[in-house]
C-alpha cells in the first residue's frame, strides 16, 4: 500500500479586490495529504501588479516579503509525519500541542473515559471493561491485529471486517448477545 504523501506545502495568492480599491490581500494556501487550507496573512499588496510569482515586488515591500518567507519556510519546515491531517498541522502553527491528539484507536478510548466526568462510576467501569475486552481481542493476534489507527488514509486502520472479527471474538469467548451489544455501544460512544 502507497504510503500517504507527508510533505506540506505553502503558496500565496491574491484574494479578489473588494468594490473598486486596489489594494488586495495575500493569502496563504496550505496543502497536506491531498487537502487544502486557506489563511490570511494579514500583508497586503498595494496594487496588483506588485505581487507576481508568491511574492512581493518593491522595496517597500521588504519587511512583508521577510515575513511571507519565514511563514513558508515554518510550514514547509515541519516534519509531516508527526501530524494527521491540515488540521493539526495549522493547530501547531498557531501554537496548540499536537503531542495530546490520540492517534490509535486504543488511546481514543482511554480519552474518552478520561473526559467522561458526568458518568456514574458502574457506567464507567462498563465502559473501560469494554475497553479492556477490545485491548485482549487485539493482542489474542498480534500478527492479524494491531493497535488500529485513527489517521484518515493509514495502513493499519480498522474496516468493517475488523469490527465482524471482534464481535465473533466475543461469542467465541461466551458473551451473551446482550453483553455484546453493550460493549459494542460503550466502544461506540467514547469512540464518538
Do not use: C
Not at 26 to 32: G, K, L, P, S
Not at 91 to 103: A, F, Q, T, V, W
Not at 126 to 140: G, L, Q
Amino acid at each position: 500500500m502507497k504510503r500517504p504523501n507527508t510533505n506540506i506545502n505553502v503558496t500565496f495568492y491574491l484574494k479578489k479586490p473588494l468594490k473598486n480599491s486596489e489594494r488586495r490581500g495575500i493569502y496563504a494556501n496550505i496543502t497536506f495529504r491531498s487537502t487544502q487550507r486557506q489563511i490570511a496573512t494579514k500583508i497586503y499588496a498595494n496594487h496588483p501588479d506588485h505581487f507576481q510569482r508568491g511574492g512581493l515586488i518593491g522595496y517597500e515591500y521588504h519587511e512583508q516579503n521577510i515575513k511571507l518567507i519565514a511563514m513558508k519556510k515554518k510550514l514547509e519546515g515541519y516534519d509531516g509525519h508527526l501530524f494527521n491531517d491540515i488540521d493539526m498541522v495549522l493547530d501547531h502553527y498557531y501554537g496548540g500541542d499536537i503531542l495530546n491528539y490520540p492517534s490509535t484507536i486504543l488511546e481514543v478510548f482511554e480519552y474518552g473515559i478520561s473526559h467522561n466526568k458526568d458518568l456514574m462510576e458502574k457506567t464507567k467501569r462498563r465502559k473501560e471493561v469494554s475497553v479492556n475486552s477490545f485491548e485482549r481481542f487485539i493482542k489474542s493476534h498480534t500478527n492479524m491485529y494491531s493497535d488500529f489507527s485513527v489517521i484518515k488514509k493509514s495502513p493499519r486502520q480498522m474496516f468493517r471486517a475488523h469490527s465482524i472479527d471482534y464481535v465473533e471474538w466475543l461469542k467465541n469467548n461466551g458473551l451473551e448477545n446482550s453483553s455484546r451489544v453493550a460493549y459494542i455501544s460503550g466502544l461506540k460512544s467514547l469512540f464518538n
